[in-house]
């Protein structure tokens, strides 16, 4: 956990997030978007860079977990293995965090 | 002091089950840290695991005691279990408590582990005292996340490390009255079984 400290400059220091947890931000965004996101809405939902998301996307793919599709505008949609893996999931966030442990 | 010797018997069968919940929350820790790879749900695991083989241990001990008869030749291994048990709880709850204090870095908590050496001598009402007193802390913290995300898992986590805190209670008063043995046990099968609960409920999670 990261100490509760002001930085320099008077604001608080930004939550350092996982691969992991980014991957599963990546991919909520997509279940909320009712399984069809274009990468501009996963964009501002899992608050990433550009450069960044693309890279995060193209793991998520070799991974299986999601798809693209469409040539002039790409959309990505969760694969049934993407599905399942969100749904562990939550079970292992619920159970963690009924421990006061956040993952 | 002798325990109360009609409860021979289901004393080792509430460890039996207590033993068998805390094997179900190590392998649904152990299934969350192979998804995650986040050490806390590792260190519940190993937690948990240790929990159950010390009820496991002492479970089989007394009643191999119960089936002996009271043999005076196996009696010793009544005291055997016990010990092994107290030492594996106290291995699982200092885990624990660690794992708090990394989350928290209070104070407390640091006393907390400060304090375990002094426990590592054997199992008397003192060493138990060490266990009340992590157990209270553990309790503490459980009650703070549900105070904060006011869920039923989360009370149902808080409910088990207080009646765990209950029947260490309880087992430390046994020490003065022979009475207080079943209510320590019945204690700690209670806090095993709002575990149970707490699995259950996260298993149904959608």
Wanted: with cysteine.
């Amino acid at each position: 956990m990261i100490p509760n400290v002001q930085s320099a400059v008077g604001r608080p220091p930004a939550k350092y997030r996982s691969q992991f947890r980014i991957f599963v931000d990546i991919m909520r965004v997509i279940q909320r978007e009712g399984n069809e996101a274009k990468p501009t809405r996963i964009l501002y939902g899992a608050n990433l860079s550009h450069d960044r998301l693309v890279k995060y996307l193209e793991e998520l793919k070799e991974l299986g977990v999601i798809q693209e599709s469409g040539s002039n505008e790409k959309i990505y949609h969760l694969t049934q293995k993407g599905v399942e893996f969100l749904n562990n999931f939550r079970k292992v966030e619920a159970f963690a965090g009924a421990f006061g442990f956040k993952i | 002091m002798a325990p109360v010797i009609w409860f021979f018997g289901f004393d080792s069968l509430m460890e039996f089950i207590a033993f068998a919940i805390a094997m179900a929350v190590a392998l649904q820790a152990m299934k969350g840290y192979a998804l995650t790879r986040e050490r806390t749900l590792l260190y519940l695991n190993i937690s948990f695991l240790l929990l159950g083989a010390g009820l496991l241990v002492d479970g089989l001990a007394n009643l191999i005691v119960l089936l002996s008869r009271f043999h005076r030749n196996f009696i010793y291994l009544s005291r055997l279990g016990h010990t092994i048990d107290f030492l594996a709880q106290l291995v699982a709850y200092t885990i624990l408590v660690i794992v708090y204090v990394q989350q928290t870095r209070t104070l407390s908590g640091q006393i907390a582990v400060a304090a375990l050496p002094i426990a590592l001598l054997e199992s008397n009402p003192f060493t138990e005292l060490i266990l009340i007193f992590l157990l209270v802390y553990i309790a503490a913290q459980t009650a703070i996340n549900y105070n904060v995300s006011r869920t039923t898992n989360s009370l149902l986590v808080f409910g088990a490390f207080a009646s765990l805190t209950l029947a260490h209670v309880f087992f430390l008063l046994f020490t003065v009255a022979p009475i207080f043995f079943p209510f320590a046990h019945i204690s700690q099968l209670f806090g095993c079984l709002l575990l149970l609960g707490m699995l259950f409920r996260v298993n149904q999670t959608q």
